[in-house]
């Protein structure tokens, strides 16, 4: 099992920054991947960037380059970054880390961190 932790949300003006921070722990060894979803008031929940354990990115492509996801790691942890530029109002949401372990295990949640860009 692998627990996270995120952090990192709050107030940013628009056109401001942010970086979130996901802290997993556990069976970081077995890890294949992390990543970010986020969820804004009343809209679906939308898939915004992953990174797996060798380095490799993947974003959605609404995001038009505006966020970085990036990742460290220690012999007992693995800890994703979401550095977010260029922030808009619509970026405004709910802020979930996930990550996923080989063979197939279901993705793991964390408890969410909100990010509410103000005008």
């Known amino acids: 099992q692998v627990q996270l932790e995120e952090s990192g949300g709050g107030l940013v003006q628009a056109g401001g920054s942010l970086k979130l921070s996901c802290v997993a722990s556990g069976r970081v060894f077995h890890l294949h991947y992390m990543g970010w979803y986020r969820q804004a008031p009343g809209k679906e929940r939308e898939w915004v960037a992953r990174i797996t354990r060798d380095g490799m990115t993947q974003y959605a492509d609404s995001l038009s380059g505006r966020f970085t996801i990036s990742k460290d790691s220690t012999p007992n942890t693995m800890t994703s970054y979401l550095q977010m530029n260029s922030l808009k109002l619509e970026d405004t949401a709910a802020y979930y880390c996930?990550?996923?372990?080989?063979?197939?295990?279901?993705?793991?949640w964390g408890q969410g961190t909100q990010v509410i860009v103000s005008s």
């Open positions: 996930v990550a996923r372990e080989f063979g197939g295990a279901p993705e793991t």
